[in-house]
């Protein structure tokens, strides 16, 4: 019998959005020039690699995604602002597409399944260039109408969003660029009663997948097994045939390494694991990491370190709630980092004076966490007219600045880091050099270091813990000799007004 487990996203989903996009947006649109204003947002397109015409797995843009659900490539969508009725245009696929492809979906299934009040085609596919269609019916439909479309700038990547195009978009009597992009974004970071629903089911994939790496992994095997493990398992119990993000398999000194990518290192007895994988499910995303060692025990230098990071993180959990600074938690975590590190004797001097030198930035030198959702590194973490980034060592790489509030979905993720790179830098500060304890510190210097990240939902008295993954060294152990542990040693829910 398979052990698959589908999860039934419902299409209600996309209709919240909508409706909480409308409610932000009207206000910004006069009475009267409603009926004639429409979103319209382009969905991704299909890619090749490179030159060739191996084609890239389909995956939806996410603004398209988080509005509209469908997964088709290459459509348009359009959403009116006075009725909220939908409207999408898809390509006409010419009769030799089934054969490679299978049956073409009628613009009729649009309408009955997704709620599109009409779905029309927007031209006929060039059966020689598969990407280049003929769109004067699309010109015709915009004729007139007033169009607002996304452009902005992430603030992860740096990178622009893709405005729609499509030939004679200047038939439109006007092209909004100004205010969708704020709106919509802003209305990505508060998320629906249905889409937490689905991100704790991506974390319960996620988290057994997790478990079940731990349980399996033995000195001698490869990075790359785990990661297939990781894959295999998140596909094969929850459907996920996307993860988030690239895995990150690190053992030993790479687990210094922040985005680590390579994952074929064999796995050696004594070293420290850290395994960052997330399973993504219908374009959500989960985040989890988890640190430790190879051969299912820790030493006392692995326990000293990795509780030090996990004391950071429950102090975390434990000041966390709507109306607090996500700079502030950054701070604290910082600050447990650092007095862990002074209290085992490798750091030495007074904690309130490292601060004033950012010394912990040199253990942890990315920020604490950030937005999750239909993206990994969700946006809204640089509203235009909020809270801006704070140009100081370690505080400088957080994702978001913004002041916690109910419905967010943040990871966090403090981390303990021994890199080389970093430490020499220390060492040849005049300045700094005298809060390290170095030849401690030289006993550490192949150790890499430890993160541990769980994904949390603010709610309205605290936080609820999506991430149901062993945390306590204890855990780790049992879990690694393969015993099963019926409830974790700290809540889901953490209550803190």
């Known amino acids: 019998m398979s052990k698959l487990v589908i999860y039934d996203v419902p299409k209600t989903l996309y209709k919240t959005n909508q409706q909480s996009l409308l409610k932000a947006l009207r206000p ?74 299978g049956k073409i979906t009628p613009p009729e299934h649009y309408e009955k399944e997704w709620g599109f009040e009409k779905c029309s085609y927007h031209g006929e596919y060039n059966p020689c260039i598969w990407n280049e269609t003929d769109q004067n019916d699309l010109a ?60 704790r089911h991506i974390n319960k994939v996620s988290s057994d997948a997790h ?7 033995q000195p001698g095997m ?47 007895d004594g070293a420290m694991c850290l395994y960052d994988m997330g399973g993504e499910y219908n374009c959500y995303a989960s985040d989890i990491t988890c640190s430790f060692p190879v051969n299912g025990k ?33 701070r604290l975590s910082e600050r447990v980092i650092v007095t862990g590190l002074r209290d085992n ?8 004076e490292m601060k004033k030198h950012f010394i912990g930035s040199y253990f942890m030198c990315h920020g604490l966490g ?42 966090v993720e403090p981390g303990l880091y021994f890199n080389r790179i970093l430490l020499k830098q220390a060492k040849n500060n005049d300045k700094i050099s005298h809060f390290f304890n170095w030849d401690v510190i030289e006993r550490f210097m192949d150790f890499g270091g430890v993160r541990i990240e769980d994904n949390v939902i603010i709610t309205e008295d605290g936080i609820e813990n999506m991430t149901m993954c062993p945390r ?23 209550k803190n007004v």
């Open 211 to 217: 478990i079940a790496v731990i349980k399996k992994i």
């Open 298 to 330: 820790f030493t006392s230098d692995q326990a000293m370190i990795y509780n030090i990071v996990l004391d950071s993180q429950l102090a975390v959990f434990k000041a966390m709630k709507p109306g607090v600074s996500f700079v502030d938690m950054h």
């Open 370 to 411: 950030h937005f999750l959702g239909i993206d990994t590194h969700d946006v809204g973490g640089y509203p235009e007219n909020g809270p801006k980034r704070i140009q100081e060592p370690g505080v400088k790489n957080l994702r978001t600045s913004r002041i916690l509030q109910p419905r967010m979905v943040i990871t």
């Open 140 to 199: 015709e439909w915009a004729k007139g109408k007033d169009l607002y479309v996304l452009r902005g700038t992430n603030s992860d990547s740096n990178l622009k969003i893709k405005e729609p195009e499509f030939q004679g978009i200047d038939k439109a009597k006007s092209v909004n660029r100004d205010i969708l992009f704020e709106i919509l974004s802003e209305c990505r970071v508060f998320k629906s009663d249905e889409e937490l629903d689905l991100m």
């Open 472 to 494: 306590t060294v204890e855990e780790l152990e049992k879990t690694a000799r393969g015993e099963e542990i019926k409830e974790f040693v700290h809540p889901k829910i953490w």
């Open 28 to 101: 910004k649109i006069a009475n009267d020039k409603q009926d004639n204003a429409y979103v319209f947002l382009q969905s991704g397109i299909h890619h090749f690699r490179h030159s060739t015409d191996h084609e890239h797995l389909f995956r939806q843009e996410s603004y398209f995604k988080y509005l509209f659900g469908v997964d088709t490539n290459d459509c348009y969508a359009a959403m009116n602002v006075a009725s909220g009725k939908t409207y999408l245009f898809v390509a006409k696929d010419p009769e030799a597409f089934a054969i490679w492809k």
């Open 222 to 268: 490869y990075e790359s097994e785990m990661e297939s493990l990781f894959l295999h398992r998140v596909y094969s119990r929850g459907g996920c045939r996307f993860v988030s993000y690239n895995c990150i398999c690190a053992t030993g000194e790479n687990n210094a390494v922040l985005h680590y990518p390579y994952n074929d290192k064999e796995m050696k």
């Open 345 to 352: 004797g490798i750091l030495k001097g007074d904690v309130d």
